[in-house]
């Protein structure tokens, strides 16, 4: 199983230059810091947020949230006991750091009779750090 | 013959024909025999597995169940004097450790605002929250969604988890979204589905009407606020579709017209 490391916990890549900057003044930088800096590359995972919300407008109700963990055996579920969902609105996940890769289309399909899904969804993703 | 099967049906008010309408499920939580429930459930651990539509031969005393008259009343409100009992049925036993299926619609996406099926959830036993209970999405038996689309949703707002009493049996339109949810206990959760359909088309109501009162009634339930998505162009849609089904059960076939929320705001 893989675990998410915070900023706090782990190298990161602010980390790593303002090591570098260091090393490089004292002229210690070398071929094993490139190699630190590739294996830090290579633990960034996406975290992906479906998020279902009332209009296409960033700013509307989030009326449905599904959030996927980029670790073998994670499953997203229906959850009975859940707490409320993690955002407010699409706009509120932005400022926490998540970036939209999928916006509803506006024009999608209407009909002025039937309704069908509920919420336009937004799909968001979040970069961070895993080591297994 | 029991007592309970020779007592009238406790039919529905106006008032609870339209909540069902609205919301696409009701709860009946009917008074059986001391030990009833708990019968049943040493039955169906006997009859082990999964028996499919057998699991009425394999425990018979779940005809009981639906001679209730407090379960038979509501679906005679729902589904006319002369409704039956479908041959597909199911004990769906949701395992310790198991994981939550996706929302669905159960069968084909041929969608209409009429109740011609509904399915009957009967729990032997309580279902508290942790232990996988059925979550059912108020008002989406009126949308027309195959289930392959809802697989993107995990947690909906205002999702109802029926955590329920032992004999509750939970009368949901056929085309209701639901799911089974994740049993975190230690002991299965049992729930028998039977499908039950309505025969002909709807005449004089077969609920308690009170036509005295039903317009104020059906004015306050059509307008109830269901689906997250709060005052949208969905809400409005959903007034006709409402209005459509009740004037449907009402034995009024005629469709109601994109627009006709507007006479409905006066």
């Not at chain 2, 459509?244 to 507007?262: D, I, N, R, S």
Request: negative net charge; charged residues 25%.
């Amino acid at each position: 199983m893989s675990d998410r490391t915070t900023d706090s916990e782990a190298e990161t890549v602010e980390t790593w230059v303002t090591e570098a900057r260091r090393k490089v003044e004292e002229g210690t930088f070398g071929p094993p810091d490139l190699d630190r800096m590739v294996s830090l590359y290579n633990r960034t995972r996406q975290r992906l947020l479906y998020v279902h919300a009332g209009s296409p407008s960033i700013y509307s109700n989030v009326v449905a949230a599904a959030l996927h963990e980029p670790v073998a055996g994670s499953i997203t579920e229906i959850d009975p006991m859940a707490p409320e969902l993690p955002y407010e609105t699409v706009h509120a996940a932005i400022v926490d750091g998540w970036r939209v890769i999928h916006f509803p289309s506006q024009q999608a399909f209407f009909d002025d009779r039937e309704i069908d899904v509920i919420g336009y969804e937004f799909i968001l993703e979040k970069l961070e750090n895993y080591h297994d | 013959m029991t007592e309970l099967s020779t007592r009238s049906p406790d039919l529905l008010s106006d008032d609870q024909v339209l909540k069902f309408i609205v919301h696409g499920y009701h709860l009946v939580e009917p008074e059986f025999p001391e030990k009833f429930n708990e019968s049943i459930c040493e039955q169906l651990d006997r009859a082990g597995g999964n028996t499919g539509n057998g699991i009425l031969d394999a425990v018979p005393m779940l005809e009981e169940v639906f001679d209730h008259p407090e379960v038979r009343g509501t679906l005679i409100s729902l589904l006319g004097e002369d409704y039956a009992m479908n041959g597909h049925r199911h004990l769906h036993s949701n395992e310790p450790g198991s994981h939550s299926q996706g929302w669905h619609q159960d069968g084909t996406n041929v969608r209409h605002h009429q109740i011609w099926c509904v399915l009957a959830m009967y729990y032997p036993h309580d279902v508290p929250a942790e232990q996988g209970p059925t979550v059912v999405m108020p008002g989406t038996h009126f949308r027309n969604a195959p289930s392959d689309r809802l697989q993107t949703y995990a947690n909906i707002k205002g999702q109802v988890p029926l955590t329920v009493n032992a004999g509750t049996v939970v009368i949901a339109h056929y085309d209701l979204w639901h799911a089974a949810t994740l049993n975190r206990s230690d002991r299965q959760r049992y729930m028998l589905k039977f499908l039950f359909d309505r025969q002909s088309e709807p005449g004089p109501p077969t609920w308690n009407h009170a036509p005295d009162t039903v317009d104020e009634v059906a004015q306050r339930r059509i307008r109830e606020q269901v689906s997250p998505q709060g005052y949208s162009s969905d809400y409005y849609k959903e007034w006709e579709l409402r209005t459509e089904m009740w004037h449907w059960l009402l034995g009024q076939h005629a469709a109601v017209p994109p627009g006709a929320f507007k006479d409905m705001l006066s």
